[in-house]
């Protein structure tokens, strides 16, 4: 909800007219429509949202500064005129587990966003409880519909019998494997968009949300253990699942919501920095924090209009950081710059020692990438010379080679997936171009592999032309050729305002077989030999499901699937961009049983 506000107020999109229809089609059309340079939701995507939602968010939640500039008659009529008035669907007493029950195989787990320290996003078979000859038999066992929202982008993770994720609203549920019961659910003060993971004793349940807090929670029970705000910066937010390491989560902060309020040029723009930050995970205690700028931003003259302007800044951390415990290292993707100057930081990856926090080595792949939405809008705070806006979402994936080396392997948006040499100062060691790249182009939230091969879902998502982009491919670690590629299937939804054959979400692997999602709201399964279709489910459906709430199935994007003790779990539905919204978790098991 945050964000779809984002776009109309700090875009610029909100004018004194005298009632909601007015204010919205001579100020907001022109961003929210099919095909805008600005990427805004789609307006019958806004006109989903509960009312209350809106104000919420434009009075006490992280748009409380554009809020503010707003009577609250004002704030009241643009959210009634955009929202609903129906209040979101309660959860039955029904959808709770009437009793509890025993802790499941920890071993049988998908941890955290990319399943293991190295953010392979690869599982073992033994661990996954599904094969290459189970998955085309695979079928729906239980659907869960998370109540009030139109995104389903927190990736779930499976432990001790239980499914752990997040939703948009800030609820955190607690659900049974095999019958989606909730156990608990914790509201957190944000929307949840990282992973949960576990300690290892299955004791404690971690988690960050969209205004910079992290939790600890009662595995168990879901009570409270601790709670800590990673950063004091207005937009500051965790979207990048913290790692966790001997007792130590390493925490990435990002704040996305900056670049796009700078679309409003009377805002200053701008002053965020990424960091790094390190906590005990026993007491939420912050033991370092390391930005990817160093020295906080500084005045650097006004607009044409006399607005202040401020930089460097931006240099945000999306996604959830790689450990290297043979060299005792975190490695990190970075973000474009959101104003001048440029920094060496930005749309990299770095190194930080793991003990101190100290920066061991940086390796720009894209230099001069300045950007933020004021190039789309107004243009007050654009850049001098505007990048391209082709940063690092997904994280590193460290794989070892035989000898004893290893590999960081890390996509871009630019379209090109690189090989780095962590023992060289990330030296580039190959490049192969997989897409076209652009802001939502190339390679956006993350691959998998095994030991041999990575596996890349291609993005290169034109809002204009739903045929274009998309795309599997698979390519050698260890010399960056493509072994095979797939191209994405034509959209069976073409016509569905939104509807695209890209592929940004993440990518998930078991031996034998390749999960990935797409726009189109398909979860196809690839044999990882010849990257042939063995299984698509289309999700573009409403469910019944299993805690009595209204659900739809929708585009993927953001995370990708979980395989664990024989599941498959995967969310559907997007609406933070114009693309197909929806609102449900989906469990998967060979036959449905």
């Known amino acids: 909800m945050r964000i779809l506000v984002t776009w109309l ?51 006490t939640g992280k748009m409380r500064s554009q809020g503010g500039l707003l009577s609250a008659g004002e704030r009241s009529l643009l959210a009634k005129y955009l929202g609903t008035a129906e209040r979101p669907e309660v959860i039955p007493a029904s959808a709770h587990c009437s ?29 996954a409880g599904l094969n290459r000859e189970g ?20 990736a779930p993770t499976v432990f001790g ?69 990673v950063d004091e910066h207005l937009y500051a937010e965790i979207t990048g699942t913290p790692t966790l390491e001997a007792g130590r989560l390493y925490v990435p902060v ?31 205690k912050q033991l370092w924090k390391s930005y990817t700028i160093p020295e906080p931003a500084k005045p650097a003259g006004r607009s044409a209009d006399g607005t202040p302007r401020w930089g460097p800044s931006g240099v945000a951390l999306w996604s959830s950081p790689t450990v290297n415990l043979r060299r005792k290292a975190i490695y990190v993707s970075t973000g474009v710059n959101y104003s001048d100057p440029p920094t060496p930081a930005s749309d990299a990856v770095l190194a930080f020692d793991m003990d101190s926090g100290r920066l061991l080595w940086s390796r720009q792949l894209l230099a001069n990438d300045v950007f933020n939405f004021g190039c789309v809008t107004e243009k007050a ?6 990048g391209k806006d082709a940063d690092i979402g997904a994280p590193p994936i460290l794989r070892p080679l035989p000898g004893g080396r290893s590999l960081l392997i890390v996509g871009a948006k630019s379209g090109v997936l690189y090989a780095l040499d962590p023992e060289n100062q990330g030296k580039i060691v190959w490049e192969s171009r997989i897409g076209n790249g652009g802001p939502q182009g190339g390679i956006m939230w993350g691959s998998a592999a095994d030991d041999k091969l990575a596996y890349v879902a291609r993005s290169d998502w034109d809002p204009g032309k739903p045929e274009a ?62 990257g ?43 609406s933070r961009l114009p693309v197909i919204p929806g609102n449900v978790l989906l469990a998967f098991t060979v036959d449905g049983k």
Not at 27 to 43: D, I, K, V, W, Y
Not at 552 to 567: C, K
């Open 254 to 284: 990002s704040g996305g919501a900056e670049q796009v309020a700078a679309g409003n040029p009377a805002y200053e723009c701008c002053t965020f920095r990424g960091s790094l930050v390190a906590l005990d995970a026993a007491s939420g």
């Open 381 to 386: 705070n654009c850049p001098e010379k505007p």
């Open 532 to 574: 042939g279709v063995i299984w698509d489910f289309d999700t573009l459906r409403e469910f019944p499901t299993v805690n009595g709430i209204k659900a739809r199935g929708g585009a993927m994007n953001g995370s990708g699937p979980t395989i664990a003790a024989g599941m498959l779990l995967s969310n559907a539905g997007y």
């Open 99 to 127: 009793a509890p029950t025993g802790p499941g195989s920890s071993a049988a787990a998908w941890n955290g966003w990319g399943a293991d320290s190295s953010n392979s996003r690869f599982q073992t078979a033994k661990a």
């Open 135 to 154: 998955v085309p038999r695979l079928k729906l066992k239980w659907a869960f519909g998370f109540p009030g929202v139109t995104t389903a982008f927190a």
């Open 9 to 59: 107020l700090g875009a610029g999109c909100i004018g004194w007219a005298q009632d909601g229809a007015e204010l919205f089609r001579n100020n907001c059309s022109t961003c929210h429509r099919a095909g805008s340079p600005s990427q805004a939701p789609l307006p019958e995507v806004l006109r989903s949202m509960p009312s209350q939602a809106i104000v919420a968010a434009l009075e």
């Open 469 to 530: 982009g998309g795309g599997m491919f698979a390519v050698e670690i260890a010399t960056g050729k493509q072994v095979w590629s797939t191209p994405a299937p034509k959209p069976a939804c073409l016509g569905t305002p939104g509807c695209s054959a890209a592929q940004p979400a993440p990518v998930s692997a078991i031996p034998g077989v390749v999960f990935a999602g797409s726009l189109d709201g398909h979860l196809r399964a690839y044999d990882n030999r010849t």
């Open 161 to 229: 019998g239980k499914v752990f994720v997040g939703s948009a609203d800030g609820t955190v549920y607690s659900l049974n494997a095999q019958t989606g019961c909730i156990h608990w659910t914790y509201k957190a003060a944000e929307g949840v968009r990282t992973a949960v993971i576990l300690a290892g004793n299955g004791q404690a349940a971690y988690f960050g949300d969209l205004q910079g807090n992290v939790y600890a929670v009662n595995a168990g029970s879901g009570a409270l253990l601790w709670k800590t705000r």
